[in-house]
């Protein structure tokens, strides 16, 4: 198992060489550098501002610094406010964690609730609100959604605000308690969680179901164990392993941040800077976003097949 | 089965617990802030209000309006509107570019005593004894000599470096000092005592006062930069000489300004400017309807919604902005290099009904080059007659090119930005003149970027595009632009009797007389169609709240929103 860890672990090193070589290739094969404008800058100021960022530099001599900088940790100078990549990376992605993990418990807590109802309560009242509401859910776009309750909810019935985070923005902050204002992160983590949590919904529902029809379980009623204990202990543990094969890509996708919704409630975010780094040829931001998205999503991967293993003693890693 | 009922009544129980509470923790602050809104309603347009007896106390005179994330802070080293609009809320330079009260622009000394004395190529300055810096020292004239050295610095890398260099601020040795042939020390300013200041110009230039208004001549502190290096604008360390001071700054998110306690010219009203950095305009339209913002910009099709909104119609503010828009013709291509196809293509549009067909008529149609506002503007009059919407004349056009209802003639690329706007532009022009032509064009979209690289290199056949003023002269428009071999003449317009023009406007000895050479120079490129096809000058579309006063929008001039030039001047309101 340790073994298992520790080469999964240094898989993460040539991923992220390979992430990055592409990544390098494929910005630079995009037309329009960063200080492309319509008002072309005299080519003194073009040649002055390329020295700044070493962006005067041959491809190839750009690659290997680029290279040898991080494995120093230095992810270079943003072109776009002339920030520390990495300080700029830290900063966005404190804040999308921050709104992907609190969607996240969203979507388990609802997705759950709402599958192991519907599935208790097979071909009752309380299942088809359950599926109208997972198919609601899986179908209304979250940019749909988001403007809608927006809408409603702020401009209309004024109960919550629109305007950026409502966590703390620094790792600094994470005590002070003027850096919390629920009214901001409400209307954001909803719209954000909707879809995931329909889908949860769903795969909980099919699962529950299925684990109601085994014959462990009529044993266990038959037994006459009280219905709590069937349904907490048997019925909702054994159904919980297809919902963590969904939780776990669910979880590295919500964390990386969504654009959309960082973008509609103006979230200083990771997402939000990816796409805005992609669209100003903010070279070394487009590759330090890129690199943490990849990190993040092989650490979550990893995790998700360490905890099969954790909830189904079945599964083994050699 | 009563067992499972029971089930059901815990979780929808947990579900009904779980939404309540999620509805009162937002549910605290609800009423005020539409109370906000809802007052927001009742007042008058902002560009009617005046300072006066009518102000807020002091306590209430706080601000969140909306801008994009400015790249520096650092004068020297600007190039975007939103950059350059904070930076006037936080330095001053020797003059300041103003509204006029009628609309156009006028010039203020403000670091200076007043106009210059000059004496053949050499300006001498009297500084304002008044003007202080943020902590407290005196404005001297080695500050301005270190703003316009730093400007000519090759390692600052400034992007607006050449208003001070060659054919505009002529400022000796500014571009022998960017190209690195002497050292910046070479560069004509120098400090003659610490309240006059000597500038050395390569010839005498009319528009002097503006450049020296612009960013780009703004003072700087050697002893701060030197000090903090890159770090200099950081809240704790800028030290400035504008009416506001940089109090705290959290990238991505917001800026917050509060008065400069040293600040000479008059006393700002505002005790606190917080600057959201919002892109999304749709965004800012809904947080400005909850209250949370007391200014934005929004989309130019936003404008008839909000207009027939009671709560927003009176703060829907449409400025005409410094900036034309055009078709940009490649006049190397063999095809659009025949004037006829040109005139055809100009002829066949009708710029009123494209506006209001893709823009709900906000823009104003045109078929000029120089934009309102200016000194020297000519408006449509003269050229409506010549490239004006006329369908028999644009058919006659093209047949006199050879291409009788456009037979022969090869379908045309046109590269535009990928947006909403932009596709309904192309989408129009494009049936437009098919219907009208039988011309086909073959619509390209792109981003941004990739549509700026094109047009750099030439690759282009039709390019949406057209110019924003960098300054509010007439010369800024034109420069460059349509000269042979001119830094921005990407349609490659080379014309004898527009190079003849231009150099007639170098020689000329008079204000009058430079500004009637500019408006032959105007005159020749839209007739003749070099390059461009003006189609419309734009305007720029805000929500102000009418709770804020003194706000006083002047297209050519406002960065980032409405009276941003003179920020000292805006209050917020009694309510």
């Known amino acids: 198992m340790t073994a298992y860890v520790i080469r999964r672990v240094l898989w993460v090193i040539p991923v992220l060489w390979a992430v990055a070589t592409i990544t390098f290739l494929l910005m630079h094969a995009v037309p329009g550098g960063p200080f492309t404008q319509d008002k072309s800058l005299p080519p003194a100021v073009n040649e002055a501002l390329e020295r700044r960022y070493h962006f005067d530099e041959p491809l190839w001599q750009q690659y290997g610094h680029y290279l040898i900088n991080l494995t120093k940790g230095d992810l270079g100078l943003s072109v776009s406010n002339n920030q520390e990549v990495s300080e700029v990376v830290r900063r966005t992605f404190f804040v999308t964690a921050q709104l992907g993990l609190l969607s996240l418990l969203v979507a388990v807590i609802v997705g759950m609730t709402l599958g192991t109802v519907a599935a208790l309560n097979h071909n009752g009242p309380f299942d088809y609100i359950g599926v109208g509401f997972a198919?609601?859910?899986?179908?209304v776009p979250n940019f749909i959604l988001g403007a809608f309750i927006s809408i409603v909810f702020a401009v209309q019935l004024g109960w919550f605000k629109l305007?950026?985070?409502?966590?703390?923005?620094?790792?600094?902050?994470?005590?002070?308690?003027?850096?919390?204002?629920?009214?901001?992160?409400?209307?954001?983590?909803?719209?954000?969680?909707?879809?995931?949590?329909?889908?949860?919904?769903?795969?909980?529902?099919?699962?529950?179901?299925?684990?109601?029809?085994?014959?462990?379980?009529?044993?266990?009623?038959?037994?006459?164990?009280?219905?709590?204990?069937?349904?907490?202990?048997?019925?909702?543990?054994?159904?919980?392993?297809?919902?963590?094969?969904?939780?776990?890509?669910?979880?590295?996708?919500?964390?990386?941040?969504?654009?959309?919704i960082e973008r509609m409630f103006s979230i200083p975010g990771l997402g939000l800077e990816t796409i805005r780094a992609v669209l100003a040829r903010d070279y070394n931001t487009i590759m330090g976003t890129t690199l943490v998205?990849?990190?993040?999503?092989?650490i979550a991967n990893l995790l998700v097949d360490l905890a099969y293993a954790a909830v189904d003693p079945r599964i083994r890693y050699r | 089965m009563s067992v499972r009922s029971r089930w059901f009544l815990l979780f929808t129980g947990l579900l009904s617990a779980l939404l309540v509470i999620a509805a009162a923790c937002g549910g605290g602050t609800s009423s005020s802030d539409k109370t906000k809104t809802a007052s927001a309603g009742g007042g008058k347009t902002p560009a009617a209000t005046s300072a006066g007896g009518?102000?807020?106390?002091?306590?209430?005179?706080?601000?969140?309006?909306?801008?994009?994330?400015?790249?520096?802070?650092?004068?020297?080293?600007?190039?975007?509107?939103?950059?350059?609009?904070?930076?006037?809320?936080?330095?001053?330079?020797?003059?300041?570019?103003?509204?006029?009260?009628?609309?156009?622009?006028?010039?203020?000394?403000?670091?200076?005593?007043?106009?210059?004395?000059?004496?053949?190529?050499?300006?001498?300055?009297?500084?304002?004894?008044?003007?202080?810096?943020?902590?407290?020292?005196?404005?001297?004239?080695?500050?301005?000599?270190?703003?316009i050295q730093r400007e000519c610095d090759a390692t600052v890398a400034s992007p607006y470096q050449y208003v001070l260099g060659a054919g505009l601020g002529e400022v000796k040795n500014c571009d022998e000092a960017f190209n690195n042939k002497v050292p910046v020390t070479e560069v004509g300013v120098r400090a003659v005592d610490d309240t006059t200041l000597e500038i050395t110009l390569n010839k005498p230039v009319q528009t002097i006062k503006t450049i020296l208004a612009l960013w780009a001549a703004f003072p700087a502190r050697k002893d701060v930069i030197e000090k903090f290096g890159d770090n200099w604008t950081q809240p704790g360390n800028i030290v400035v000489n504008g009416p506001f001071t940089m109090k705290e700054l959290v990238p991505k998110d917001h800026v917050t300004l509060v008065p400069n306690p040293n600040w000479y010219g008059k006393k700002p009203a505002l005790q606190q400017i917080t600057i959201k950095f919002i892109d999304d305009l749709s965004a800012a339209y809904r947080q400005f309807q909850t209250g949370e913002l007391m200014a934005t910009q929004i989309n130019a099709t936003d404008v008839a919604t909000a207009k027939g909104d009671s709560t927003l119609k009176d703060a829907v503010t449409v400025v005409p902005s410094g900036r034309i828009t055009s078709v940009e013709v490649q006049m190397k291509d063999p095809v659009l290099s025949n004037f006829n196809v040109r005139l055809a293509l100009s002829r066949a549009v009708d710029r009123k009904a494209l506006v209001d067909a893709v823009y709900d008529g906000i823009h104003a149609p045109a078929t000029y080059w120089v934009v309102k506002g200016i000194k020297g503007f000519q408006g449509n009059e003269p050229f409506e007659g010549k490239i004006g919407f006329n369908l028999?004349?644009?058919?006659?056009?093209?047949?006199?090119?050879?291409?009788?209802?456009?037979?022969?003639?090869?379908?045309?690329?046109?590269?535009?930005?990928?947006?909403?706007?932009?596709?309904?532009?192309?989408?129009?022009?494009?049936?437009?003149?098919?219907?009208?032509?039988?011309?086909?064009?073959?619509?390209?979209?792109?981003?941004?970027?990739?549509?700026?690289?094109?047009f750099n290199s030439g690759d282009f056949q039709l390019f949406p595009g057209g110019w924003q003023l960098d300054y509010p002269d007439i010369e800024n428009p034109l420069k460059g632009l349509f000269d042979t071999g001119g830094g921005n003449n990407k349609y490659n317009c080379s014309d004898p009797e527009i190079d003849a023009a231009f150099q007639e406007a170098a020689n000329a000895t008079s204000d009058d007389a430079r500004i009637k050479a500019y408006q032959k120079v105007e005159t020749l490129v839209v007739t003749k169609l070099c390059g461009v096809i003006p189609?419309?000058?734009?305007?720029?579309?805000?929500?102000?709240?009418?709770?804020?006063?003194?706000?006083?929008?002047?297209?050519?001039?406002?960065?980032?929103l409405p009276g941003t030039y003179a920020v000292e001047n805006w209050f917020v309101k009694k309510s």
Request: no cysteine; proline share 6%.
């Open chain 1, 293 to 298: 998205f990849t990190l993040v999503i092989s």
């Open chain 2, 392 to 454: 028999d004349a644009a058919k006659k056009a093209l047949a006199d090119a050879g291409y009788p209802n456009g037979q022969g003639l090869p379908t045309l690329k046109f590269t535009t930005r990928d947006s909403p706007q932009r596709r309904a532009e192309a989408e129009y022009l494009q049936k437009v003149w098919k219907d009208n032509l039988g011309v086909n064009i073959q619509p390209e979209f792109v981003d941004s970027k990739t549509r700026s690289a094109r």
């Open chain 2, 535 to 560: 189609l419309y000058q734009d305007s720029q579309t805000y929500l102000v709240s009418p709770k804020l006063g003194g706000v006083v929008p002047n297209g050519t001039i406002d960065a980032g």
């Open chain 2, 54 to 147: 009518d102000q807020a106390p002091a306590d209430q005179q706080k601000i969140t309006i909306q801008f994009a994330e400015p790249q520096f802070y650092d004068p020297h080293k600007s190039n975007f509107e939103q950059d350059i609009g904070v930076e006037r809320m936080l330095f001053r330079g020797l003059y300041n570019l103003t509204d006029d009260g009628s609309g156009g622009v006028k010039v203020v000394a403000e670091g200076a005593a007043g106009d210059p004395t000059v004496n053949g190529n050499v300006l001498t300055i009297k500084l304002n004894p008044n003007a202080k810096w943020s902590d407290g020292q005196p404005v001297k004239a080695a500050d301005y000599v270190y703003g």
């Open chain 1, 163 to 260: 305007q950026g985070w409502g966590g703390p923005l620094e790792w600094g902050d994470v005590f002070d308690t003027g850096a919390y204002h629920w009214d901001k992160v409400v209307l954001p983590v909803v719209a954000l969680s909707a879809l995931p949590a329909s889908y949860i919904a769903r795969v909980t529902r099919a699962s529950v179901l299925e684990v109601l029809n085994q014959d462990y379980i009529r044993t266990a009623r038959a037994k006459g164990l009280r219905e709590t204990t069937v349904v907490l202990r048997h019925t909702i543990k054994n159904a919980l392993i297809p919902v963590l094969t969904v939780v776990g890509p669910l979880a590295a996708a919500l964390v990386t941040g969504s654009f959309i």
């Open chain 1, 135 to 139: 198919t609601i859910g899986a179908s």
